[in-house]
């Protein structure tokens, strides 16, 4: 089965703290992406990674920044956490899209990393 | 802009009952129209997914309604049962793209 691992469940961090989201997936994908999760406004891209070391802005970058320095691993960076920034942050992977009609590019998610900014 | 809509936000049902929710979208170039369903504490998972090119698709008690010219599809549970309650989201990719667009989800409650 796909694995995709976020190493924290649950973190709790004060307002200009630095914050780091690690996921790591088995699979051998080459995308991964980092969402936002907010009751009412769904899942939100922030980033998104078609191959190591490069990186795509989503749709809410801001304040956010991401690294990918090896294909299993997808880092998500906040560099000065804000209270706004509370939320569930969910990791997913995805193949590529290919010649295959079975290839749908479905996404394999995370169980979430739930950040409370204090 | 939000490129796909879905409708309602929140819905509660009886067991046994037919769960209905509603997805629009704009972009005429999307061939690809996924579900997923995501439990309390866990991530969302596909569920049932559809192409353009057939207007229904049934997978055991849950089937994907699509209509191309209203530019609109749906997903049908049949016999709800409470293991069923969970946030459902439609998506939406086009050509090429590995990027999905969701639409903001659906809280079901199926009560027992």
């Known amino acids: 089965d796909v694995k995709v691992t976020q190493s924290s469940r649950y973190l709790v961090k004060r307002t200009g703290e630095k914050v780091f989201l690690e996921c790591v997936q088995d699979?051998?994908?080459?995308?991964m992406f980092w969402y936002r999760q907010d009751p009412g406004l769904g899942l939100r891209l922030i980033y998104f990674?078609?191959?190591?070391?490069?990186?795509e802005k989503g749709d809410i970058p801001e304040g956010y920044s991401v690294s990918r320095e090896k294909k299993e691993r997808f880092s998500l960076i906040l560099e000065s956490a804000s209270t706004n920034q509370t939320s569930m942050y969910l990791c997913?992977?995805?193949?590529?899209?290919?010649?295959?009609?079975?290839?749908?590019?479905?996404?394999?998610f995370g169980e979430g990393s739930r950040l409370t900014v204090l | 802009q939000q490129q796909v809509k879905q409708s309602p936000q929140s819905l509660i049902v009886q067991k046994g009952g037919i769960s209905i929710i509603n997805c629009a979208y704009e972009?005429?170039?999307?061939?690809?129209f996924p579900w997923y369903q995501q439990f309390p504490g866990k991530g969302p998972a596909l569920l049932i997914a559809?192409?353009?090119?057939?207007s229904e698709k049934k997978e055991g008690r849950f089937t994907i309604s699509f209509n191309k010219s209203a530019k609109q599809f749906s997903l049908h549970i049949m016999d709800s049962q409470p293991g069923d309650s969970a946030t459902y989201f439609c998506?939406?990719?086009?050509?090429?793209?590995?990027?999905?667009?969701f639409g903001r989800g659906t809280s079901l409650i199926v009560h027992p």
């Open positions: 559809i192409r353009p090119d057939v």
């Open positions: 998506a939406a990719s086009k050509g090429g793209s590995y990027i999905p667009t």
């Open positions: 990674s078609y191959d190591v070391k490069m990186k």
């Open positions: 699979m051998d994908h080459e995308n």
């Open positions: 972009n005429t170039a999307f061939d690809y």
């Open positions: 997913a992977s995805s193949f590529t899209l290919g010649a295959s009609d079975a290839n749908t590019g479905e996404l394999f």
